[in-house]
């Protein structure tokens, strides 16, 4: 297994067809691609040449954003991704950032809890999927 982390999405196929299977195809997001993939970090995995899950990471030092996680369905509950959430806070330390936050759907709130995140707020809709925001300190 290998990764690849890099500034941008313009050359990182992989994780383009894990967001669009996950988020476009899957769960019916029709606003996946943005600005903020132009100059965020993407990380993608791959096992065997083969992209398995992919994240973002993006923001300032008082707090960086983890966005856009997924994992190719057939490859879910094999840690995939805590893995990418774990390559993600590790950048965001090394970019000395305080904590991370997040917009959590609501179905996966309890596996970003078992990686330390705590859930603020109240519950929004984002395309009609409700979610919450979700942080972690990394001091």
């Avoid at 590790?90 to 959590?104: D, M, P, Q, V, Y």
């Avoid at 179905?107 to 919450?132: Q, R, S, T």
């Amino acid at each position: 297994m290998i990764y690849t982390l890099l500034k941008g999405l313009d050359k990182n196929e992989g994780a383009i067809k894990i967001r669009k299977d996950v988020f476009v195809d899957e769960q019916g997001f029709r606003d996946e691609f943005d600005d903020t993939d132009k100059t965020a970090w993407h990380v993608i995995i791959y096992d065997k040449n083969i992209p398995r899950a992919t994240g973002r990471l993006y923001g300032g030092v008082s707090a960086m954003h983890i966005g856009r996680v997924a994992v190719a369905h057939s490859e879910r509950g094999k840690k995939y991704g805590a893995l990418v959430v774990a390559i993600l806070e590790k950048k965001a330390r090394e970019l000395c950032a305080k904590k991370t936050e997040l917009s959590s759907q609501i179905g996966a709130v309890g596996f970003y809890e078992k990686l330390g995140y705590k859930a603020e707020g109240e519950i929004y809709l984002d395309e009609n999927h409700p979610h919450i925001k979700m942080t972690k300190n990394l001091i």
